[in-house]
């Protein structure tokens, strides 16, 4: 495999990554990155690959992700393909090629890629780490989902989590990962047990609305229990919920 363009590494830094700053957390700089060094791992895993187009796609595939999250992947394509520069390191064929790239990376999507670029960035794009998936579900949904108390963006990220990683996943990989193995057994065991997983979401994302000498009594005072009313939540989740909407509405009536 051919090393990088210069030029066009160089123009891919300067000109498109920090578009990124305009996305949120989850979907920055830093995931951008991530899924560029992942992607160039897996190139390696198919024959005849151009690490520029791999470069090229895994620096584009997020980056209408801010203009609209759901048709991102068409739009990112669409960015890339109209982009003039990219006429100068790509022929036709190439362009397209990348731009179907772009458009299969979702893990959503119902057909397998069309290519082994679309297969390699679909591959990389999938999270690796349970801080980071609970702190890109926490992130989107501060965003997106404003009227959301703790304990629904609790359960808002258990039950996405459940569905896109769970036994009954739909995010598909194309690639030997190993860490991608590993996470989807760290997933089945914090999926086990919601209280746990409550616990986890709020020390990832530093949520300290409460005093931490007080959660800590919280938690330890209502350990394995539940809610009467709510078999399946833990007792936890009630005091936390109630404490984190009484702190909003105080920082609403300022």
């Given at each position: 495999?051919?090393?990088?363009?210069?030029?066009?590494?160089?123009?891919?830094?300067?000109?498109?990554?920090?578009?990124?700053?305009?996305?949120?957390?989850?979907?920055?700089?830093?995931?951008?990155?991530?899924?560029?060094?992942?992607?160039?791992?897996?190139?390696?895993?198919?024959?005849?690959?151009?690490?520029?187009?791999?470069?090229?796609?895994?620096?584009?595939?997020?980056?209408?992700?801010?203009?609209?999250?759901?048709?991102?992947?068409?739009?990112?394509?669409?960015?890339?393909?109209?982009?003039?520069?990219?006429?100068?390191?790509?022929?036709?064929?190439?362009?397209?090629?990348?731009?179907?790239?772009?458009?299969?990376?979702?893990?959503?999507?119902?057909?397998?890629?069309?290519?082994?670029?679309?297969?390699?960035?679909?591959?990389?794009?999938?999270?690796t780490s349970i801080d980071s998936v609970l702190q890109r579900t926490h992130s989107y949904t501060t965003k997106h989902y404003l009227d959301l108390d703790l304990y629904q963006m609790i359960e808002r990220s258990y039950n996405y989590i459940l569905k896109?990683?769970?036994?009954?996943?739909?995010?598909?990989?194309?690639?030997?990962?190993?860490?991608?193995?590993?996470?989807?057994?760290?997933?089945?065991?914090?999926?086990?047990?919601?209280?746990?997983?409550?616990?986890?979401?709020?020390?990832?994302?530093?949520?300290?609305?409460?005093?931490?000498?007080?959660?800590?009594?919280?938690?330890?005072?209502?350990?394995?229990?539940?809610?009467?009313?709510?078999?399946?939540?833990?007792?936890?989740?009630?005091?936390?919920?109630?404490?984190?909407?009484?702190?909003?509405?105080?920082?609403?009536?300022?």
């Amino acid at each position: 495999m051919k090393p990088f363009n210069s030029d066009l590494k160089d123009y891919i830094e300067q000109q498109i990554l920090p578009i990124y700053e305009n996305n949120d957390s989850g979907h920055g700089i830093e995931h951008v990155q991530y899924v560029v060094k992942r992607s160039l791992k897996f190139a390696s895993q198919f024959p005849n690959i151009n690490l520029d187009m791999v470069y090229v796609i895994a620096s584009f595939h997020d980056i209408a992700h801010h203009i609209d999250k759901d048709n991102h992947e068409i739009l990112s394509a669409k960015l890339f393909y109209e982009n003039e520069k990219m006429k100068d390191f790509f022929d036709d064929k190439q362009r397209k090629t990348i731009k179907e790239a772009i458009e299969d990376h979702r893990a959503s999507l119902e057909y397998e890629p069309r290519s082994d670029y679309g297969k390699i960035i679909s591959s990389a794009d999938r999270t690796t780490s349970i801080d980071s998936v609970l702190q890109r579900t926490h992130s989107y949904t501060t965003k997106h989902y404003l009227d959301l108390d703790l304990y629904q963006m609790i359960e808002r990220s258990y039950n996405y989590i459940l569905k896109k990683y769970g036994n009954n996943d739909y995010a598909k990989n194309y690639c030997c990962d190993d860490e991608y193995e590993q996470f989807k057994k760290d997933v089945e065991t914090i999926l086990k047990d919601k209280w746990k997983f409550a616990k986890k979401y709020l020390e990832v994302n530093r949520i300290t609305d409460l005093k931490e000498k007080a959660k800590i009594f919280a938690i330890n005072a209502h350990m394995g229990q539940i809610r009467k009313s709510e078999p399946d939540k833990p007792m936890i989740i009630h005091p936390i919920s109630v404490v984190w909407a009484a702190k909003t509405k105080k920082r609403e009536d300022r």
